[in-house]
């Protein structure tokens, strides 16, 4: 299966596909429903890394950091079960919550590199609050 961008995903409902989409769409655009989709995404397919990775970036952004490291935990014990992509962007996520910013941003830069469509990635560099837009 594809994201609405045609990458491909590990994940193995169409159901939890669609809500990833729709919780990826609401993330990058800083609408409302993105935990919500999650929520959607995760109990259609528990083992769908890439919606804990983004549970994970979702749950820093507003401080729950509870849930922040068991949702990036989950993200990289799926993933070994994913593509090279999603295992790649799991990676980065992983690296830039938790604190590594040199080996994240590196990390970052090689993925979109790679995959130049990867648009939670490449919004991690350049979002409003992202990895070079912050530098200074």
Request: some cysteine; proline content about 4%.
């Amino acid at each position: 299966m594809n994201d609405a961008l045609g990458l491909s995903l590990t994940c193995p409902s169409p159901a939890a596909m669609q809500a990833y989409n729709r919780a990826l769409d609401a993330r990058l655009h800083a609408w409302t429903g993105t935990d919500a989709a999650l929520d959607e995404a995760l109990r259609e397919a528990p083992d769908f890394a890439l919606a804990h990775a983004l549970r994970a970036l979702q749950a820093a952004m507003y401080m729950r950091r509870a849930e922040v490291g068991p949702a990036i935990e989950a993200a990289q014990f799926h993933a070994t079960a994913a593509t090279e992509r999603e295992r790649s962007q799991v990676a980065v996520a992983a690296e830039a919550l938790q604190g590594s910013a040199a080996a994240a941003l590196e990390a970052a830069l090689a993925h979109v590199a790679r995959w130049p469509t990867d648009a939670l990635v490449a919004s991690m560099l350049l979002g409003a609050y992202g990895m070079l837009a912050m530098s200074g």
